[in-house]
T-cell receptor
Framework: QKEVEQNSGPLSVPEGAIASLNCTYS??????FFWYRQYSGKSPELIMS????GDKEDGRFTAQLNKASQYVSLLIRDSQPSDSATYLC?????????FGKGTRLHILP | EPEVTQTPSHQVTQMGQEVILRCVPI?????FYWYRQILGQKVEFLVS????????KSEIFDDQFSVERPDGSNFTLKIRSTKLEDSAMYFC???????????????FGPGTRLTVL
């Protein structure tokens, strides 16, 4: 059974600080990695996708992938109250993506 | 920007009834998916669909469920004989590449909240 593990939180971060979200996955053969943001009662919204080891930056977001350690992370710089949401780590499986339970992030004004 | 749409946004049904949830994937996408999320739990894969047939399904997707692409735009999920535990958000997603290939990002619709009474 392929698994994606995340700390459920909540993770509380002061406004303007860096939020760091982490995820591990069990299938060493996984090739595609995603971070989705989900506001309460809404659908998952793609933040970042990453396919290669290293860092990928997009605005205030940086995704980091370490396939040897089976570890994916998301950094959010200059955190804003609007970043308060649940962040879902997802990894490809066979013809599907597998989600973690998500980490609740709370940005403190 | 193209987006996945779903109707209805909220469906209330009596236990034992059949429901059909509808989705319009992004127009040039070839791969279609249904996921569900029970309140407070994680997003769970139900089924993937490509070239007019199911390519993968989870253990949740039993004989109670079926999917169909009745025309060139709609993608439907039918749930027969609904049970209380079918109450959840149902999300449709689409992508233009197979999961695991570069560019395989799945874009999600806004969801249908199914309430079974």
């Amino acid at each position: 059974q392929k698994e994606v593990e995340q700390n459920s939180g909540p993770l509380s971060v002061p406004e303007g600080a860096i939020a760091s979200l982490n995820c591990t996955y069990s299938d060493r053969g996984s090739q595609s990695f995603f971070w989705y943001r989900q506001y309460s009662g809404k659908s998952p919204e793609l933040i970042m996708s990453i396919y290669s080891n290293g860092d990928k930056e997009d605005g205030r977001f940086t995704a980091q992938l370490n396939k040897a350690s089976q570890y994916v992370s998301l950094l959010i710089r200059d955190s804003q109250p609007s970043d308060s949401a649940t962040y879902l780590c997802a990894v490809n499986g066979d013809d599907k993506i597998i989600f973690g339970k998500g980490t609740r992030l709370h940005i403190l004004p | 920007e193209p987006e996945v749409t779903q109707t209805p946004s909220h469906q209330v049904t009596q236990m034992g009834q059949e429901v059909i949830l509808r989705c319009v994937p992004i127009s040039n996408h070839l791969y279609f998916y249904w996921y569900r999320q029970i309140l407070g739990q994680k997003v769970e894969f139900l089924v993937s669909f490509y070239n007019n047939e199911i390519s993968e399904k989870s253990e949740i997707f039993d004989d109670q469920f079926s999917v169909e692409r009745p025309d060139g735009s709609n993608f439907t999920l039918k749930i027969r004989s609904t049970k209380l535990e079918d109450s959840a958000m149902y999300f449709c997603a689409s992508s233009d590449e197979l999961a695991g290939a570069a560019g395989d990002t799945q874009y999600f619709g806004p969801g249908t909240r199914l309430t079974v009474l």
